[in-house]
């Protein structure tokens, strides 16, 4: 197990930097989850620590020794591709034993080792085959057992279930997690798909542009989001953003109004911000909604997807603006139909003209709800 | 003939697919029975066919009052069974040393030219590219003239078949030069990536990663090209080499019979085509391995 930092950590390739001064430490025992769009930086990040990719600037420290000058082999990680990047030449068992043999492991910790891993993965019965007579799964799991056998510091995944069906991919999101369990590792995983990394993750760190844009437990960053592109990249389906007026009273409150000012209500007072007009963005999660006959939020159903457990209404405001509802169950609305929503102020979420999060204070919520003017 | 060995679709279907239901149907012994039926069944069409070509060729060739006694006469010596008369191997024999010799050079060539050319050092790049492109643009008649006729002009002196296998050696070279660096670029480089992420030395990984896996895509191009080689030895008959060519030309002026001479030497350099085919085939079979997925069958 190890604990990483990084200090001050930059890339830049030719003179175009893709990452930008960042500063993040990795606990013990972790599963850190690097997520972003594509082109972020999120992989390049990942191809430092592991020492595929030179650091133009900065420093990368394993268990406090700077380590971002040493080669690969040196750092002690091992690295999960998503391609898996398994020799086809060579049998699984050989997959799994070349690596220790070209580290001059001594001969009988090699078996033993394979073994073990193969236990954990359930592979021992396809170490005799070649790659190209495995399915995506079970390619997956050599990958992996050729990381485990290495008994690294850390593991590093760099988007591993890309590769697989929908199916295929909850059931290895899984069994990863459980392997974390199991061996206690460290472990940095890097995706695009924020819903691997809500269910994935002890710690998600959202880049955008080779910037974190907020770091902390995915309960954390759903909760309270730094900011809108982090409130936008959570959850699914998105978050509604409302154009919205926001005004700051001497009277500990900070009322809000949307929808062309059809939609006002007053939640709890920033905690940061000064008294008078402001142009904001109002964010209410589809999940954060509830079906109201006099609800505030009117919209005309433009589409319906069932699906099962959840029915997903989307639909146009009166000022134009879409909005978004996740309801739980069977709903039966129909295109063009008029309908109504509420949601607990104590649920939104409110940005400034960068899209920053503006921080409401903690205390009650004064004349908290909705009302439609 | 063609190695059955490369057989790898299935004739009997459209587009050459087993059906992959076959391995989950109820009979699938039975599917399995048929397809292997259908396969063996189509590769003796394919012997078949080539006999009937073979037979007609034959026969025209018959037909044009060919002297077989002539041909029956002159073969031991096109074949090699007699010294040149400076006691020096001669005919299929020399024209299969002077390939070798040339494929041997020829390889160490290509490695070393591909690996300037795939160098992030200027000089090492700029020669490479500057080699292969002399010698893929300049014919290579051309080539073995300069070296045997012109070169003493600067008092660099060579016998015919030293001038020959340099010529075949430095032409093929920048051809299999160019075939290497597809099948090493061939080579995803992720693959590269797992290798110095478990800790591999470069050494390692070019030898054990990269080249095993590169071999698949060199063989058949390169086996086509040693195959031409294996022809264009023919060249060095203009210096008067005592191989399969100079001597089927040679017998065909002294008894003006160049049909059986020609036809002769011919059958024999198919003959030794057709080895290398099944050589090559063998060792993309060998290199192939692990690379095919299961079959349903």
Known sequence: MARLELK???????????????????????FTVFVGPSG???????????????????????????????LPSARGMAMVFQSYALYPHMSIYENLRFGLVCQKTPKAEIKPRIERAADILQIAHLLDRKPAQLSGGQSQRVAIGRAIVKEPKAFLFDEPLSNLDAELRVKMRGEIVA????????????????????????????????RIEQSGTPAELYARPKNQFVAGFLGSPQMNMLSALGLQS????????????RLRLQLPRLADATTGDLRCTLGIRPEHLELAEGGALRITVTAREFLGSETIVAGTLESGEALRASLRGAIDVRVGQSIAFDADPTHMHVFDQDGVALEIAEQPVIHAGMRRV | MPSDDRLTVD???????????????????????????????FRWSVRLTWLLLLGAIIGTLSGTGLDFSLIAKKLPFLL??????????????????????SITCCAVIGVLVAWGRMSSNPIGFAAATFYGSLFRGTPLMLQVLVIYLALPQVGIVMGPITSGVLALSLNYGAYLAETIRGGVLAVPHAQREAGRA????????????????????????????????????SLVSLMGVWELNFLAQSYGRSTYRYMEMLVTAAAIYWVMSIVCELFQARLEKRYGRGFEPRTAL
């Open chain 2, 11 to 41: 004739p009997a279907r459209p587009g050459g697919r087993r059906d992959a239901l076959d391995a989950q149907a109820p009979h699938a012994p039975s599917h399995a029975f048929d397809d292997a039926r259908r396969i063996a069944r």
């Open chain 2, 80 to 101: 090699g069974a007699h010294l040149s008369p400076d006691g020096f191997i001669q005919g299929a024999p020399l024209t299969v040393l002077i390939t070798v010799i």
């Open chain 1, 179 to 210: 392997l974390h369990r199991r061996l206690g590792s460290t472990m940095i995983y890097v995706t695009h798909d924020q819903v691997e990394a809500m269910t994935m993750a002890d710690t998600i760190v959202v880049l955008r542009n080779g």
């Open chain 2, 198 to 233: 478990l800790g591999l030395s470069r050494h390692v990984i070019a030898w054990h990663v990269v080249a095993p896996q590169a071999l698949r895509f060199i063989i058949p191009p390169a086996g086509s090209l040693f195959v031409s080689m294996l022809k264009d030895s």
């Open chain 1, 250 to 261: 001497g009277e500990n409150r900070f009322s809000v109004s949307a929808d062309g000012g």
């Open chain 1, 8 to 30: 001050g950590v930059r890339k830049s390739f030719g003179g175009t930097p893709v990452i930008h001064d960042i500063d993040l430490a990795i606990d013990e025992g972790s």
């Open chain 1, 40 to 70: 972020c930086g999120k992989s390049t990040l990942l191809r430092m620590i592991a020492g595929l990719e030179e650091v133009s600037a900065g420093e990368i420290h394993i268990d406090g020794a700077r380590c971002d000058h040493l």
